[in-house]
């Protein structure tokens, strides 16, 4: 039996990047509803799942007509409306991670899936962290809301493959207490 493709549905690459993780709790942003979420750093030289995301997104437009044109005349051409895939060098240049890659913020009001390479749960919640390096199922649709129209991206599930460096500034408990030197606190 042939299985459905969803055209709005995007499997990142290996060497995605999840920064600003939240999947284990979900969180609210200015008061609005509690949501998981994460931005996912994909490298420019990840070309291949950039054009899936690039091809899902027009998907998504094609599919989103009504929607966009809510009580317009028209549709809005897809390059004047907000998409989800963002420059990294242009709108987070003080932000190393974020080099050379792109981004998309992705969130649900349902938790995501998190499994590890061998698509087992990974239920030890500080595995998972900012910095870890995996793959990330998303969709992408259409919104019209108070006005504002684009293209939105829902995060469905990840795959963390591999550990990286924790981003946010917060060092691991492991890297502050491995040197066992005694400082002396008292001199």
């Known amino acids: 039996m042939a299985k459905f493709k969803n055209p709005t549905k995007v499997i990142t690459g290996p060497n995605t990047r999840f920064s600003y993780l939240i999947v284990n709790e979900p969180k609210s942003i200015n008061g609005g509803t509690p949501k998981y979420s994460v931005s996912l750093i994909i490298p420019k030289t990840d070309t291949a799942t950039v054009e899936k995301v690039n091809v ?7 599919e989103g007509q009504s929607k966009l044109k809510g009580n317009g005349k028209s549709v809005p051409a897809l390059s004047v409306l907000k998409t989800p895939l963002r420059d990294g060098d242009a709108e987070r240049p003080d932000d190393p991670a974020y080099a050379n890659s792109y981004f998309i913020n992705a969130n649900s009001a349902t938790k995501p899936g998190v499994v590890d390479a061998d698509c087992q749960p990974i239920l030890d919640t500080s595995e998972i ?13 259409a919104f019209n809301t108070n006005g504002n129209r684009g293209i939105a991206c829902g995060l469905n599930n ?14 691991r408990a492991e890297d502050d207490f491995a040197d066992d030197e005694d400082d002396d606190f008292l001199s």
Do not use: M, T, V
């Open 129 to 141: 962290y900012s910095g870890i390096y995996g793959r990330a199922s998303i969709n992408f649709y």
């Open 158 to 171: 990840i795959q963390k493959l591999r550990d990286g460096e924790p981003l946010g500034g917060k060092s």
């Open 56 to 62: 899902a997104i027009q998907a998504a437009y094609d």
